[in-house]
Nanobody
Framework: QVQLVESGGGLVQPGGSLRLSCVGS????????MGWYRQAPGKQRELVAG???????NYADSVKGRFTIFRDNAKNTVSLQMGSLKPEDTAVYYC?????????WGQGTQVTVSS
């Protein structure tokens, strides 16, 4: 069973950057479709970015051009590089791994964009 641990969240000013990382243990993340989701207070969890096993990438319209998702299979990680951050990006960000219609989640990391 895969276990996911996120890191890299924090407080950043508008226009700033952060990199979130998700480290997997128990198995190799290379065989999973991976994604970053976020959930703001009072809102539903939403997909921010996803990357398939073959490397196909998709982004939410709200983050296109600002966020980049990428894998490092050697380090068994999936990362989310976030730039030009806006207050509306404030949320708890979750790493997701999906295989055979089964989802695994990390514990989440808080990102707060505020001056």
């Amino acid at each position: 069973q895969v276990q996911l641990v996120e890191s890299g969240g924090g407080l950043v000013q508008p226009g700033g950057s952060l990199r979130l990382s998700c480290v997997g243990s128990g198995t190799t993340l290379a065989i999973y479709a991976m994604g970053w989701y976020r959930q703001a207070p009072g809102k539903q969890r939403e997909l921010v970015a996803g990357i398939s096993v073959r490397g196909t990438i998709n982004y939410a319209d709200s983050v296109k051009g600002r966020f980049t998702i990428f894998r490092d299979n050697a380090k068994n990680t999936v990362s989310l590089q976030m730039g030009s951050l806006k207050p509306e990006d404030t949320a708890v960000y979750y790493c997701n791994a999906r295989l055979a219609m089964r989802d695994y989640w990390g514990q989440g990391t808080q990102v707060t964009v505020s001056s």
